[in-house]
């Protein structure tokens, strides 16, 4: 059966069997509802593994035929075990920013197209990074808490933080959303410089070839990179080292670009001066030696969730999917280098 | 005059780079510290020249009816409330404030609040420690880029305050006494107007009479159920009590909060919600700006003594 030359127009309300089939791909800690379930569910007949009575792996097998199209929910491992078991996929659908859990090299092998979430979260990425910054350099979040413990009538005046104007701010890769951070921070006066695998022509910041040589250059660092084998564990002891004991480091990419073994040693013996942290290597534990620290500011990897970027993401996800099916470009494709 | 014959009055304890500078030079007596205020400063009353206050005590009129040899009043704070500023002229005593040095640090301060009560950083940092975050996922929170922001006061720091929100891409709206023909941000000619046409309302004029609750009940409700309040203004801004009401009831969407009427009490009311940022006055509290307001102060009065123009006079 070809699909293409098949395929009902996905805006009318059909029943299941004459919608085009998506295999989702969540993991069992999802809520089993997300999101964008039922705004999906009036274009596509979703096939989700975990709502079926039998096993996953005998379920996926016996659609696995029709199955030319895959949603990942999250960042749910499609890993090629799970491409192994659909002989048909063309096209696997992000949904987050990060692809480090697909395994793209494979899909470049099979040939199968991958989407992104695009730039959609960008926005909202770079507005967290720069309130996790001025969170741990005022000490805000620490600052709430002293007012609703009552000790500014009990101690007193709440100690000083230090200023934001005129730091030397780090950005680790200067994709989308370190540019949407550098922007910002301009505005507060900060001197930006990058760190990006090759340097960019047309960018006004200093360049520095390595995270070490930018960390000895800046007072705080935000992580804006994707992870991948080169970037795994790229903040490691040298360059904490180098950035010093008054330096920051803010996290808004995956936890592990940091060594967070010794990062938590760097901050529990004061050899570094805060971190703002959205992701962790094995999310949700977080090091609990981190929670007695007033110049660490804890986020459970929020970023992206906010309505607006939730709304984008649901019609890029259903856009993609439908230019898919009516064989026409993708809307945000993946480069597969 | 022999410099270190000059009393320099200190009302509270403020900074203590700022307390060992003033002890070099003059004779610091320190107000906080005796208990018979009235008995201490009728004792020094002849030797008192210059006063040192800050935004939670200055000079009233019954400090500056006390001091008759008072020439100048120096205070750590860019606000001048605390100031009798009828009286000190009236006497010809000088006053000076601390503006331009620490106008980055309150408009950074009034952004990091917007981004704390819109993304919630206090209550997702608490969920985390709590171990709350094993056990479910943490909820939406509000995109702060593109949203339409109101500025009450476009002085020194809302302008500062208007650069920063320009690069989030927000559409800027600004209450001022009268229209700046220069400014290209939108000119509202009353707060309500301006509260009904923003998502974020930010106060920060100086407290004098007519700005006294400039935030009241018709502001709060044209601001509504999705409108956030950033003060970084006096507390004395705002209609404390209606402010209050208005949270615990939703009729307003959120509050960040670094000023209140009655400091350093805070109405407990607020300390269970979590669409609240509440800090203890910390707008400009950096040790690198800190410092520079003290050299500020500092310079102020040496150039005084030295009978040379002020630096940052009151205008």
Avoid at chain 1, 90 to 112: F, N, P, T, W, Y
Avoid at chain 1, 153 to 163: C, D, S
Avoid at chain 1, 166 to 191: D, M, P, Q, T, Y
Avoid at chain 2, 247 to 265: I, M, S, T
Wanted: aromatic letters at 6%; proline letters at 5%.
């Amino acid at each position: 059966m070809d699909y293409h030359q098949k395929q009902q127009s996905p805006s009318q309300t059909l029943p299941p069997d004459h919608l085009l089939p998506v295999l989702v791909i969540r993991s069992p800690s999802m809520p089993p509802f997300f999101f964008f379930k039922s705004h999906l569910q009036a274009h596509f007949h979703l096939l989700d593994p975990l709502d079926a009575s039998e096993p996953a792996h005998s379920f996926i097998s016996r659609h696995a035929p029709s199955v030319l199209a895959l949603l990942c929910v999250g960042n749910t491992p499609v890993s090629s075990e799970t491409l192994s078991l659909l002989p048909s996929l063309k096209l696997v659908v992000a949904s987050s920013a990060g692809m480090d859990h697909i395994d793209l090299q494979e899909c470049r092998r099979r040939g199968i197209s991958v989407t992104t979430a695009g730039h959609i979260f960008s926005e909202d990425v770079a507005d967290f990074a720069v309130g996790l910054l001025i969170d741990v350099l005022r000490r805000l979040s620490a600052g709430d808490k002293y007012v609703r413990s009552a000790l500014w009538v009990a101690k007193g005046p709440y100690p000083l933080g230090l200023k934001l104007g005129g730091k030397r701010v780090g950005i680790v890769g200067l994709g989308r959303i370190g540019s949407e951070v550098a922007k910002r921070l301009l505005a507060f006066g900060c001197n930006i410089a990058y760190y990006s695998r090759k340097e960019k022509p047309y960018v006004q910041y200093p360049y520095y070839a390595t995270v070490t040589d930018l960390s000895t250059n800046s007072d705080a660092l935000i992580l804006c990179c994707s992870l991948t084998k080169e970037t795994h564990h790229i903040i490691n002891r040298n360059v904490m080292e180098a950035l010093g004991k008054e330096g920051v480091i803010i996290n808004i990419g995956r936890g592990a670009l940091i060594d967070e073994k010794e990062l938590v040693n760097f901050l529990v013996q004061g050899r570094i001066g805060g971190a703002g942290l959205d992701v962790y290597e094995n999310e949700p534990s977080v090091p609990q030696q981190l929670f007695a620290m007033d110049n660490v500011v804890l986020a459970p990897h929020a970023a992206v969730y906010t309505p607006e970027s939730l709304e984008a993401l649901q019609e890029l996800v259903v856009g993609n999917l439908k230019a898919f099916f009516s064989n026409e470009p993708l809307l945000s494709p993946a480069r597969l280098e | 005059m022999e410099s270190n014959n000059i009393g320099v009055l200190m009302t509270c304890p403020m900074n203590s780079h700022l307390e060992q500078e003033l002890e070099k030079r003059f004779k610091l007596l320190r107000l906080w510290t005796v208990r018979d205020r009235s008995k201490f400063l009728a004792a020094h009353r002849n030797s008192i020249h210059a006063d040192v206050g800050n935004c939670s005590v200055c000079a009233n009129a019954e400090l500056i009816e006390a001091l008759p040899k008072l020439e100048i009043v120096a205070s750590f704070s860019v606000g001048f409330d605390k100031i009798d500023l009828a009286k000190s002229k009236e006497k010809g005593i000088g006053v000076t404030h601390t503006p331009d040095v620490l106008t980055d640090d309150v408009a950074d301060m009034a952004i990091g609040l917007i981004l704390m009560v819109l993304r919630k950083f206090c209550e997702s940092d608490r969920f985390v420690r709590s171990g709350k975050w094993k056990k479910g996922t943490f909820m939406l929170t509000t995109k702060f880029t593109g949203k339409r922001v109101g500025i009450i006061g476009l002085g020194r720091v809302g302008m500062a305050v208007a650069k920063r929100v320009e690069a989030f891409s927000c559409p800027i709206g600004y209450y001022s006494r009268t229209e700046k023909p220069e400014i290209k941000y939108k000119y509202y000619s009353s707060v309500v107007k301006l509260a009904a046409n923003s998502d974020i309302l930010v106060v920060i004029c100086p407290l004098t009479e007519e700005t006294r609750h400039i935030i009241n009940r018709e502001v709060i409700d044209a601001l509504g159920p999705k409108g956030v309040l950033i003060n970084i203004g006096r507390g004395l801004h705002v209609d404390e009590p209606e402010l209050v009401s208005a949270l615990v009831e939703g009729r307003l969407g959120g509050a960040g909060l670094d000023v209140f009427e009655h400091e350093p009490e805070v109405p407990e009311e607020l300390f269970g919600l979590d669409n609240v940022v509440l800090l203890p006055h910390v707008g400009s509290g950096t040790v690198e700006t800190r410092r520079d307001m003290a050299d500020l102060v500092i310079a102020n009065l040496e150039v005084h003594f030295l009978k040379r123009p002020l630096l940052t006079p009151v205008v």
